[in-house]
Nanobody
Framework: QLHLVESGGGLVESGGSLTLSCTTS????????LAWFRQVPGKEREGVSC????????LYADSVKGRFTVSRDMAKNTMYLQMNSLKPEDTAVYYC??????????????????WGQGTQVVVSS
């Protein structure tokens, strides 16, 4: 179900930064596991980062560790993905997701109940 709204994508040069936002007016994100995924044509959707709002546990894909930071502002009912030192291989459509029951293991998982429509990030070389 597309209940989330992403924003902040765009075109940036290699080495640059972008901040993505994810919010919804349909429910409060507090108490949900929240995640960022990305997908390029022809490839499987990849979990980028996720955060369990109940205990604050955070995971990052190895490909973005040290460059991306996930955070949330519950007062604004919004999750963010700060992306620094962007590389051309970060080019993808980025999606946010939320699930009330997802328990984080070694990865962010895949079966989230709520998704956004995606926002395009293009990193030029």
């Amino acid at each position: 179900q597309l209940h989330l709204v992403e924003s902040g994508g765009g075109l940036v040069e290699s080495g640059g930064s972008l901040t993505l936002s994810c919010t919804t007016s349909r429910f409060t994100l507090d108490g949900y596991t929240l995640a960022w995924f990305r997908q390029v044509p022809g490839k499987e959707r990849e979990g980028v980062s996720c955060i369990d709002s109940r205990d604050g546990e955070i995971l990052y894909a190895d490909s973005v560790k040290g460059r991306f930071t996930v955070s949330r502002d519950m007062a604004k009912n919004t999750m963010y993905l700060q992306m620094n030192s962007l590389k051309p291989e970060d080019t993808a459509v980025y999606y946010c997701a939320a699930d009330p029951y997802m328990v984080l293991g070694r990865t962010c998982g895949k079966a989230y109940d709520y998704w956004g429509q995606g926002t395009q990030v293009v990193v030029s070389s």
